[in-house]
C-alpha cells in the first residue's frame, strides 16, 4: 500500500474547513446545524450511527411503503397540501427526473429555457420533447426572472400535442411567477403542471413568502427540503395534487431511479424538518425575514451596491429570504467579490455571477452572520472600487432544434473546433453566467447567430457551465 493511502483528502478538507469561524450564506439552510431540528443536532457519534439502519423489521421499506415510511410521508403530504408525497433521497434532481419520465415519453413537454440541468436529465432519460420559453429577464441584474401565463398560453397554441407544462418557481433568486395564473390555462387544456420547487420548500410556513406549488393548484411540486427546510443534504420531498398524473406511473419511475438502500439518516432528517417547519416555521421564518429585511435595508446604503427588491419586479413575487446583490457599481465582478469576501471575511455565500453576488439566509440564519456579512461589504466597497463594469452579449434565442436531446445524447459525436461546429448538430449543454440561459442544449444546430455569440464568449473568456471545454475553442457535435 502506497505511502499516500494514510490522507483522506476530501474529509481533512471537510475537517479544516468546519475550523473556520465562517458566515454561511448557502445551502444546506440548517448552516452546518444552527437550523436544524433539535433531536438531531443533539445526535452526537454514536446516537447518529445507531440510526444508520436499513429496512429491518418494524422500519418498512421506501419502495413499498406501509408502515412508518408511509405514515411519515403521508403527514408530509398533510403538511405540504399534497395528495400523496414520496421521500426523496437524491435531491430533487431525481424527482424532476421520475416526473418527466412519469409524462413524457416521447411527448412534447413546455419548459422554461433557463430550467435546471435535472430537467435536462428527465428529457434525456425520457426521451420527451422540449418546447422552450424565454424567461423575461430583469435587466439590471441581467439574470433571468420567469415566465408569464401569456407565454405559457401563446407556446401551447403553436405547439399542439403539448403533454405537461414544467415550471421552475422560485428560481435560484428567489423570483417566483405566477403559478396559478399559469395553472388555470394549462389545466384548461387538461395538461398537468409540474413544479420544480427545489427552492421552495420553506414557501408554505410564512404568509409573507410567495405562495406554494400546492396552493397555486400544481399538479406536481418537488422540493429541496435540504436546501431551505432544514433536512440533510440530498433529502428532498416530491408531492402529487389532483388527478392529471398517475400516481402508481410516478411511484414506478421513482422506485426505478432511486436506490435501494436509501439513508435511514436523510429520510428521518425529512421527517424531523416536516415536524419543524409544521410546528415552528412560521416563527423560524418571521425571525429570518425580520433578518433578512434588516441587512437588505443595511446593505442598500453602501454606495455601488444594488440589492433586488419586489419593486424591480412587475408580474413576480420575490421570496425575501434570498439576497441578491448587483455589485457591477463597486467595478467589480460578483466572482471577485465572492473571491474577497471567503479569502478575506470567511463569509461563503451561496452563487456567485458576472454582475451579482447571491446570499440565502434561512432557518439558521443568525444577526452574527449577517452582520459580518454587511461590515465585508461595506469594507470592500470603501477599499476596493474599480472602474471595470462588465458588459454581457445577449443570449440569442433562435433555437434550431434539429434531434430530441435524449437521440442526441446516445449519437455518436466528436471534438471539432468552435469555427468547424457551424452548422453541426450540438452534442451537449453550453449555458453563460450571466443570465444562466443554454445558448445551445444537445440536439440543437449550431447556427449563424449562435455560432457568432459563442465565439465573443471563447474571445473574451467569459464563464460558461455544461460545456466540456469551457473555453469554447472546442465543442462536442453529433456526428451525421
Ligand atoms: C432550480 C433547481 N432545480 C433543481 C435542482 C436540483 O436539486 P437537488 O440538488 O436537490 O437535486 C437545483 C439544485 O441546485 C436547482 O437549483
Redesign the pocket.
Known amino acids: 500500500m502506497s505511502a499516500s493511502q494514510s490522507q483522506a483528502p476530501l474529509y481533512q478538507a471537510l475537517k479544516n474547513h468546519a475550523k473556520i469561524e465562517a458566515a454561511n450564506f448557502h445551502i444546506p439552510g440548517h448552516r452546518q446545524g444552527q437550523g436544524l431540528p433539535e433531536e438531531l443536532l443533539l445526535l452526537d457519534g454514536q446516537a447518529l450511527f445507531k440510526l444508520d439502519l436499513t429496512e429491518i423489521p418494524g422500519l418498512d421499506d421506501l419502495h413499498t411503503p406501509q408502515g412508518v415510511i408511509a405514515r411519515a410521508q403521508e403527514m408530509a403530504a398533510r403538511a405540504c397540501g399534497a395528495a400523496q408525497s414520496f421521500f426523496l433521497v ?5 424527482g ?1 427526473h421520475a416526473l418527466l419520465m412519469a409524462v413524457g415519453e416521447r411527448g412534447k413537454v413546455l419548459l422554461p429555457r433557463n430550467a ?1 440541468r ?1 430537467a435536462l436529465g428527465g428529457l434525456i432519460l425520457s426521451g420527451a420533447d422540449p418546447v422552450y420559453v424565454m424567461p423575461e429577464i430583469i435587466s439590471d441584474f441581467g439574470l433571468a426572472a420567469g415566465v408569464l401565463p401569456e407565454q405559457i398560453h401563446l407556446a401551447i397554441e403553436t405547439n399542439p400535442g403539448i403533454r405537461a407544462v414544467l415550471t ?1 418557481r422560485p ?2 433568486y428567489g423570483v417566483a411567477d405566477d403559478l396559478a395564473g399559469q395553472a388555470v390555462l394549462v389545466h384548461a387544456q387538461g395538461r398537468p403542471v409540474l413544479v ?1 420547487e ?2 421552495g420548500a420553506h414557501l408554505r410556513y410564512h404568509r409573507g413568502l410567495p405562495e406554494d406549488a400546492m396552493s397555486c393548484g400544481a399538479d406536481a411540486a418537488v422540493q ?1 427540503t ?2 431551505l427546510g432544514g433536512s440533510l443534504t ?1 433529502s ?1 420531498l416530491l408531492h402529487l395534487g389532483g388527478s392529471r398524473l398517475n400516481a402508481e406511473v410516478v411511484a414506478g419511475a421513482l422506485s426505478l431511479l432511486q436506490t435501494t438502500s436509501p439513508s435511514y439518516i436523510l429520510m428521518a432528517s425529512l421527517d424531523l424538518a416536516r415536524r419543524q417547519l409544521a410546528l415552528s416555521g412560521a416563527d423560524l421564518l418571521e425571525r429570518t425575514l425580520t433578518l433578512a429585511s434588516k441587512t437588505r435595508e443595511r446593505l442598500a446604503r453602501i454606495k455601488g451596491l444594488k440589492v433586488l427588491s419586489k419593486a424591480d419586479l412587475v408580474g413576480f413575487d420575490l421570496d425575501l429570504t434570498k439576497i441578491v446583490i448587483n455589485v457591477t457599481g463597486l467595478g467589480l465582478t460578483g466572482y471577485q467579490v465572492s473571491d474577497l469576501l471567503f479569502r478575506r471575511y470567511n463569509v461563503y455565500i451561496e452563487m456567485a455571477e458576472a454582475n451579482n453576488i447571491v446570499a440565502f439566509l434561512s432557518l439558521g440564519a443568525t444577526p452574527e452572520d449577517c452582520d459580518a456579512l454587511v461590515k465585508a461589504l461595506e469594507d470592500i466597497a470603501r477599499r476596493e472600487r474599480r472602474t471595470h463594469p462588465v458588459k454581457f452579449p445577449e443570449v440569442p434565442f433562435n433555437i434550431k432544434k434539429r434531434m430530441k436531446p435524449r437521440d442526441a445524447w446516445f449519437a455518436a459525436s466528436q471534438r471539432v473546433s468552435l469555427a468547424e461546429a457551424r452548422g453541426r448538430i450540438c452534442a451537449e449543454t453550453v449555458a453563460v453566467y450571466p443570465p444562466g440561459i443554454p445558448v445551445l442544449c444537445p440536439g440543437e444546430e449550431i447556427n449563424p447567430e449562435v455560432y457568432d455569440y459563442l465565439a465573443l464568449i471563447s474571445k473574451h473568456t467569459l464563464p460558461c457551465q455544461g460545456a466540456s471545454d469551457k473555453s469554447l475553442k472546442t465543442i462536442k457535435v453529433v456526428i451525421e
Do not use: E, L, M
Open positions: 437524491n435531491g430533487s434532481t431525481i424532476i435546471h435535472s421552475v428560481n435560484y420544480d427545489a427552492h429541496s435540504h436546501k440530498q428532498s
